[in-house]
């Protein structure tokens, strides 16, 4: 998998900019709102739709590289998580279109 060179800076800009990137490109059928959060230990992530929002966890304690993996991961689940749990082909077509918009981003950085 392609990598952000990580600069071992802690400000997770690569991060924030990757989900800038993916809230504009990215076509979902309900807003969403993403964020670092503490969650259980062995948790990375997850996606739930609740009351017609979108809703990302991402655990805070990532470090920015695994965040972007997550986020990425999690944004999947959001584009086809009205109709399909889990990690099926539909998961994966939308995972596959959310890792495009990556290396669109990947590219311009
Ligand atoms: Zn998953």
Excluded at 65 to 78: K, L, M, P, R, Y
Excluded at 83 to 109: N, T
Aim: proline share 3%; net charge neutral.
């Amino acid at each position: 998998m392609a990598r952000v060179v990580d600069t071992g800076m802690t400000n997770f800009g690569h991060y924030r900019s990757l989900v800038r990137h993916l809230r504009k490109h990215v076509e979902l059928d309900y807003p969403i709102s993403i964020r670092r959060t503490r969650l259980p230990d062995g948790l990375d992530g997850d996606a739930t739709l609740a009351n017609g929002r979108f809703v990302v966890r991402i655990n805070r304690e990532l470090t920015e590289n695994s965040a972007i993996d997550t986020v990425i991961h999690e944004i999947s689940h959001c584009v086809v998580l009205e109709s399909h749990q889990g990690h099926g082909p539909a998961w994966g077509m939308a995972y596959s279109r959310v890792y495009q918009e990556y290396l669109v981003w990947l590219d311009g950085i």
